[in-house]
């Protein structure tokens, strides 16, 4: 009987023991399963925040791809702006059969052909020393005898005297009126109603000063890019390529085409402001 007590005792204890380890076991489980969902809540919390990151990373991509885009284009647009040359749009040279042109005005007279008046041919020759004068400021370039004064159909040629005009000296040369002239004033025009005696010999002279400013400035441009020349060269005279700037009565389509070579050898200097001239 008292073996029986003792083997129940003993049973007691081992039962108590293994409950004891279960209730270890299940706290332990517990803390694996607490740990483990932990873990699972981590690994989704991960992959929020991972696929988040995909999506910004995908976004920045774009983004950057966009940008990209935009500078490639601002970048080709720069650089179509760059080439591009007011100058060009402001004076267009060109032909109409016959006769040179500038932005549409017709240079000579050819009256066999056709009649110019001369409130055309007066307007074109105000855009060549506009063009001129506009190419010699940009060049930062100074003639030695004569100052243009482009004053649209009554331009006019400036005579400085030996050594050249200084400071406000230029304001005194300069003829109070577009129509006024001075002994230092040539008129790039012609007019009748204008008090000059011999308006046409006055224009004549007038070209031929203009014909020198070309010429020095032309000289300038080809030291500067001795790849350069004029395609019709100024000869001393008052002549470009061979022929006399001046009006003859009865030469008119020797004048028309030295008027047409003048403004071709401006249109190359003009091609060339545009290449190297950074304003």
Known sequence: MEEDEQEVQRLQEELEAVEAERALVRRRRA??????????????????????????????????????????????RLQALVQLNAANDCFYIWHAGPFATINGCRLGRL??????EWVDINAGLG????????????????????????LGSFSKIIKLPPGGARGGEEANLVPSSP????????NLYYDDAN????????LN???????????EFGTYVEQQDPTLRLPHRIQDGGKVGGLPISL?????????????YLLTDLKWLLAWSAKHVVT
Request: net charge positive; aromatic share 8%; charged share 25%.
């Open 31 to 76: 803390q694996v399963e607490g740990k483990r969902r932990r873990l699972q809540w981590l690994q989704s919390q991960w992959w929020v925040s991972n696929n988040a990151a995909e999506r910004t990373l995908v976004q920045l991509a774009d983004n950057r791809r966009a940008v990209l885009e935009d500078v490639a284009r601002a970048e080709a």
């Open 111 to 116: 009256p066999a052909y056709m009649t110019v």
């Open 127 to 150: 855009q060549v020393v506009l063009l001129l004068d506009t190419l010699v400021r940009r060049a930062g370039f100074r003639f030695r005898s004569h100052q243009l004064m482009p």
């Open 179 to 186: 129509r006024a002239s001075g002994g230092n004033a040539l």
């Open 195 to 202: 008090l000059v005696f011999f308006p046409r010999r006055n």
């Open 205 to 215: 002279a007038a070209l031929v000063a203009f014909l020198q400013c070309v010429e």
């Open 248 to 260: 003859v009565q009865g030469e008119e389509a020797a004048w028309t085409r030295a008027l047409k």
